[in-house]
């Protein structure tokens, strides 16, 4: 495990985290490789959201210890974790919904700058932050909605945003949280291309309720079940795996 | 292009409007333009923190209050002049705005109104108790100004300069990268840690930076009143100072102007004619928040585009007045005129 702490982007280290009397992260140890695409699945109420926040440290775990980029990240408040490289989307759309799309991946972008502490310049429109923004609406498609009020948007767009302001920072390590939760087949589809091709440098951790599209993205699936870790393989031996053919088709 | 010349036209115009008051009013509203003004930029730093970043202060006139009582005490007890006492008052504010928001921004919503209440009741308690510095009820008298600005014109031009500049300077940080930080503050506090942002930083920075703004003002009522009291520091001017920024238009800046200049215009004007002042000013803001609930500034932008939009029409109808010429020309002004849908609110 040492051995690998220093290749792992993430490592979570029997991590625990309570409600009260419910256990919502049941003792959850999970390694993702640089450059790795991971899906998490798992019924609703699994604890995969919660296992997100305890990475992203929106929550604070219960027990356990959680490691980013080989440090130990478990006492660091979000802000801390996202400057090491992390950068998360919600499964409901967090947008900044008064200001246009082009101010929302500003905002974004600048986000580990030194810039964002400037009173005195307005942002200008050659400057690096600029221009970073004008690469990410360009790749997730929203470059003709730059100067549209983020709150005009329809539901897809908005998804597209919420992609936007994650990847704005450059992170090195992206959580997805249900990236197309609400969106038809057909938007669905054009958002995975989407994360399909984003670069394998970036290492990518998915939440996913549709088995077809988790398993067609990712090289490693981990199921989770009242949050627990019961199965985690490659998406072929995944969709075998007896616990969660059960867990999936609802005989368990 | 052309809007920014508009808007550039208008604030040329709006400085030679504040610049011929004295030649026109006299003294006694010479000098309660002064007043608006030096309302109307605590107003503003009020709005910093309501407006752009979505924080409620009910104790700001406190820390307007600490410079008014700090340049007091220096310049009319101690006799120190005004280039230690002004800047002295200034510092005060700046000391106990950090002190304030050290304790404040850690809340948000009602909590913060809450402490910032509490806050502002703390220095009121103080200048009523600390009797061998404050004076307590009686105050401290006995301000003087500079020689160069004793006359009411004089002060109101300088009051004028000081209040352009610092509308300048808080709508160059509303506007910066910074100002955007805090407006997303305001959208969606949850999402910012994610981003890289702490936002109890941000959050402190602007409420000294208000702070400040509020502590400009204040020693620039110091010297406009001469004398200050406890109820300089009473929570009905705090609560006022949010009720300008509301009846203005908050997060627009120059809004907090028109609030003060209502609040202040209706007190001293029609208090001269009744002494049921107060029933004229609830019914004033009752109806400003019926007809323009997001304030006087963008309520009177949606008039005058309104008038626009109506003057279009009877200019639309006017045409089909006309005798036919042929079937094309008399359609053509549709294309000018705008499509007449409500305007959007928020």
Redesign the interface.
Known sequence: MQGRADVAVLVLDQVSRDFGGLRAVDRVSLQVARGERRAIIGPNGAGKTTLFNLITGELAVTSGRVFLFGQDVTALPTQRRAALGLGRTYQITRIFPTFTVRENVLLAAMGLQPIKFALHRPLLSNGPIWRRTDEVLERVGLTHRAETPARALSHGEQRQLELAIALAGDPRLLLLDEPGAGLSPVERQLLYALIQSLPRTLTVILIEHDMDLALGLADRVTCLHYGRVIAEDTPDCISKNEMVQQIYLGSG | MSIRWRKRAGIALALLAGAAIPYVAPPVYVNLASEILIFGLLAMSIDLLLGYTGLVPLGHAAIFGVAAYVVAYLNARMGLSHTVAIPAGILGALIVSGVFGLLAVRTAGLYFMLITLAEGMLVWGLAYRWTSVTGSENGIGGITRPEFLILPWQFYYAVLVLFAVCAWMLH??A???????L??IR??E??????????TLHKF?AFL?SGGFAGIAGAAYALYNRFVSPATVEFARSAEGVLMVILGGSGTLIGALLGSGLILLTRNVISLYTDRWLIVMGTLFVLVILFMPDGLLRGLERGVHRLRVAVSHLRFLGSLLRPIRSPTTAKEPAGEVPVPTRHET?
């Open positions: 160059r940080i506007h910066s990268p910074f100002g955007l930080t407006r997303g959208d969606n949850a999402r910012m840690p994610m981003l890289g942002y702490n936002v920075l930076i928020p």
